[in-house]
């Protein structure tokens, strides 16, 4: 079992930064592949990123590479998307989840058994 707990959304300028958490309880987190998902209103949910088990793969969707950073801390049970030169299109509620089956996850958001319930990111232009 895990539970996912995101925190670090909120309103920015296009250009700025946040940088957001997403904290894991569970014994299983340092097994398990994490992603981020964002969700606009009216549109499917679309992979953002994604970190295997040990921090040392990841993997973008286009929009975002180059601009987000994917990282985790296994000793703080804790994953973190850095959002940098953000754009009025990344508005979104972002999720985080985790696939406690495989140490990858991948970009289907199927492959994930455990979601947060999300975070409110709004970039204003």
């Known amino acids: 079992q895990v539970q996912l707990v995101e925190s670090g959304g909120g309103l920015v300028q296009a250009g700025g930064s946040l940088r957001l958490s997403c904290a894991a309880s569970?014994?299983?987190?340092?097994?398990?592949?994490m992603g981020w998902f964002r969700q606009a209103p009216g549109k499917e949910r679309e992979f953002v990123a994604v970190?295997?088990?040990?921090?040392?793969?990841?993997s973008y969707a286009d929009s975002v590479k180059d601009r987000f950073t994917i990282s985790r801390d296994n000793a703080k049970n804790t994953v973190y998307l850095q959002m940098n030169s953000l754009k009025p299109e990344d508005t979104a509620v972002y999720y985080c989840?985790?696939?406690?089956?495989?140490?990858?996850?991948?970009?289907?958001?199927?492959?994930?058994?455990?979601w947060g319930q999300g975070t409110q990111v709004t970039v204003s232009s």
């Open positions: 970190i295997n088990w040990s921090g040392d793969i990841t």
């Open positions: 569970g014994r299983t987190f340092s097994n398990c592949g």
């Open positions: 989840a985790a696939d406690s089956r495989e140490r990858w996850g991948g970009r289907y958001y199927r492959n994930y058994d455990y």
